[in-house]
């Protein structure tokens, strides 16, 4: 029986919107709260995010200061939506360079000679072969408070598992039934990819990307927990949490609020990533047995390629 794909990053979107659970729903709704309500504190508040007033340190939260103030009198509330709002950016920055290096260098090694992809193999084993965390700290230390190094040395440690993941899937992907019959049909390497590697690999690079934001920004507060870092008077969750710590007896409250914007931030992609739940949805589309893929997919890719076929002229059915 013939299954009907998504091809389109519409069609994609729209289909992983569907299939998604009530964890992931509930993720993405605490998500776009903690970034809207960030983005309209720092739109709308009237306080500066370095503005100190050293006669009202360490206030409790009050109607002038919703989360009280800190130990130079700057306002939590502005210095915590800032924070949130560039962990976040620096997560999703950090997530989407590294599975696109990842998913590309990953279909190059599949498609391209062999000495090529022996090469890209063999830098994925050096990096694997160094702890991610001494790599990002090592670069971070070289010029500490730099955004553009963390977001190189985060991004570099990630790229792996992408690429891991998305060779050994096409691999699989391009010895099954069903691309062995696109083959046959005349298709190339362009539509095997889009009708068939990306559909099957789609569920599971938005898991491992949810799950990539939430240790991308772990990274990055703990980086602000050893002072190699974002430096101040930039806030950072991570480095916001060590300058209030020395006052946890004078004000808890203000050290917990850095601490818990971090779980909520992490606990929000983690639940998006739901990869049990996705998993189980997926599998029955695009993993499909021998027999099915002999008969059904076949007959699917044949009918596809008359349609079009009826439809354009010659010189473009040859380019497809």
Known sequence: MPTNYPT????????????MS??????????????????????????????????????????EHWLGTDQYGR?????????????LMLGV???????????????VSVFSPARLAGFIDGVSNIVLALPALVIVLLLS????????????????????????????????????????????????????????????LAPTLSTMMAFGAANAILMMAGLGFVYVGIQPPTAELGL???????????????VAQPLVAISLLVLSFHLMADSDRTSSKVSPECHLTSDNSANGNFANDSSAKESTAENQSPAEVSKL
């Open 22 to 63: 009530v964890k992931q729903f509930v993720g993405l709704v605490l998500l776009i709260a903690m970034l809207g309500l960030s983005l309209l504190v720092l739109c709308f508040s009237g306080f500066s995010i370095d503005g100190q007033n050293l006669q009202h340190t360490l206030t409790i939260p009050s109607l």
């Open 93 to 107: 920055i950090c997530v989407l360079t590294a599975s696109i290096a990842g998913v590309g260098l990953g279909l």
């Open 75 to 87: 306002s939590m509330l502005m210095r915590l939506a800032s924070a949130i709002v560039l962990s």
């Open 141 to 200: 230390a070289m010029v500490p408070g730099s955004l553009l190094l963390i977001y190189i040395a985060i991004a570099l440690v990630q790229w792996v598992e992408y690429y891991r993941v998305t060779r050994q899937r096409a691999i699989a992907i391009l010895a099954s039934p069903r691309a062995e019959n696109s083959r046959l049909l005349g298709f190339d390497n362009r539509y095997l990819i889009k009708r068939h590697i990306i559909p099957d």
């Open 240 to 254: 916001m949490s060590v300058e209030l710590f020395p006052y946890y007896q004078q004000a808890p409250w203000l």
């Open 8 to 19: 389109s990053l519409s069609q994609l979107t729209v289909s992983a919107f569907n299939r």
